[in-house]
């Protein structure tokens, strides 16, 4: 096998192994993918100021990410579905995770449960909130994630409505999955993620079945899943869920400078500025264009994080340099999942902290803390002074 030396090359590997409909879920954005593209496309636009003659020795990647030690300032995302790139994808990946000292995200639309990830864990990991309509579930799923020991509760603010995906309706992608003949042959002809499937019992939503009022089975689950997504989520709930939370506290899902502002008034941990990998509103800004105004707009009121299109060290550099105190990546840890399973989430953040770290030191800086809008020349077309 080629070297891996870069996520593209995970992507290729992960394209080659994992069945086509799941592949696309995790690769895809919505309509034109517009704005997926962008997340990307913007990084490339921000020029780095490089220095000579300067000590780079004793350089340090270590940080904070909402006062927890982080050994880079990067944290695996929630995914829905990860448990279908690799069989146990969550657990490996948290696993891959708590080995290189950064922050797992477990979503609520996992295949592992929160108890699967506990188990098979020794640190504590983060988990990501959906607001459902049923209030008794989601009461039960935060003391559950509470029980587990989980550090964090990040609540997903932008999926109240849920942004059509072209490549998931050509590909007749179902939660759960039908098994039409093509989902069969797909799988057949990925054989490295079917031998892990036939060895796994868990292939279903594992925080909802068994849970979730009369859902006990992949058929219930359906039904359940298609109405409980809660078009009528406002600030207001976020009081709701600190109250049975008591703990540190994430708002995922931050584009616009007036939503900062009022996220505020939540009493929030941290926001991430994110526009759901660009799988929501298609034409809104990529999430690294809309940083800088967001960052400037809280100021150190809030701690501002950072996911969407991040595929290189380089670009959580960038972001840190725009302000950003933490980055979060999905697709390249999908990659890596699909690919190697947990040694590709591994070789992944291997990847991206040795990426970091150079660019760091050419960069003229020993500490990612001290990284700074004085780090680059231009973003956006704009000269930074």
């Known amino acids: 096998m080629a070297p891996v030396l870069e996520v593209a090359d995970l992507k290729r590997l992960a394209r080659r192994r994992v069945p086509k409909m799941f592949f696309d879920y995790a690769d895809s954005g919505s309509w034109t993918e517009s704005t997926y593209r962008a997340n990307e496309d913007d990084f490339g636009e921000i020029k780095l100021r490089q220095r000579i003659a300067v000590d780079m020795s004793g350089r340090s990647t270590a940080t904070q990410m909402i006062g927890q030690d982080v050994a880079m300032p990067l944290a695996l995302a929630p995914t829905g579905f990860c448990g279908m790139q690799h069989a146990d994808g969550e657990i490996l990946a948290a696993q891959a995770a708590e080995e290189a000292g950064i922050p797992f995200t477990l979503s609520t639309m996992s295949i592992c449960s929160i108890e699967d990830v506990a188990e098979n864990t020794s640190k504590p990991f983060w988990f990501q909130l959906y607001m459902m309509r049923d209030r008794e579930f989601m009461t039960n799923l935060i003391g ?5 020991g989980c550090s964090a509760l990040m609540v997903t603010l932008d999926l109240q409505v849920l942004g059509q995906r072209h490549k998931d309706l050509r590909n007749g992608l179902s939660a759960p999955p039908r098994l039409t003949p093509k989902h069969i042959w797909q799988m057949a002809t990925s054989p490295f993620w079917c031998l892990g499937m036939a060895r796994t019992q868990r292939r279903t939503f594992g925080n909802i079945v068994g849970h979730a009022k009369n859902v006990s089975d992949l058929t219930s689950l359906g039904a359940w899943t298609a109405e409980q997504f809660d078009p009528r989520l406002s600030w207001d709930d976020i009081e709701w869920i600190k109250e049975r939370w008591h703990g540190p506290l994430i708002l995922k899902g931050i584009l616009d400078t007036e939503d900062a502002r009022r996220s505020l008034d939540c009493g929030a941990n941290a926001i991430i500025v994110s526009n759901h990998g660009g799988r929501q509103l298609d034409g809104a800004p990529s999430s690294i264009r809309a ?23 380089q670009d959580i550099l960038k972001s840190l340099c725009l302000g950003a105190r933490g980055t979060y990546v999905g697709r390249p840890f999908l990659y890596g999942l699909g690919a190697m399973g947990k040694e590709g989430v591994t070789r992944m953040i291997e990847i991206m902290r040795n990426e970091l770290d150079i660019t760091m030191a050419l960069c003229g800086e020993r500490n990612v803390t001290d990284l700074s809008r004085s780090n680059i020349y231009s973003a956006f077309g704009e000269t930074i002074r």
């Open 144 to 148: 559950r994630a509470k029980t587990a």
């Open 291 to 313: 940083l800088a105004d967001i960052v400037d707009a809280v100021g150190d009121k809030v701690e501002v994080h950072v996911d969407g299109g991040i595929r290189s060290g």
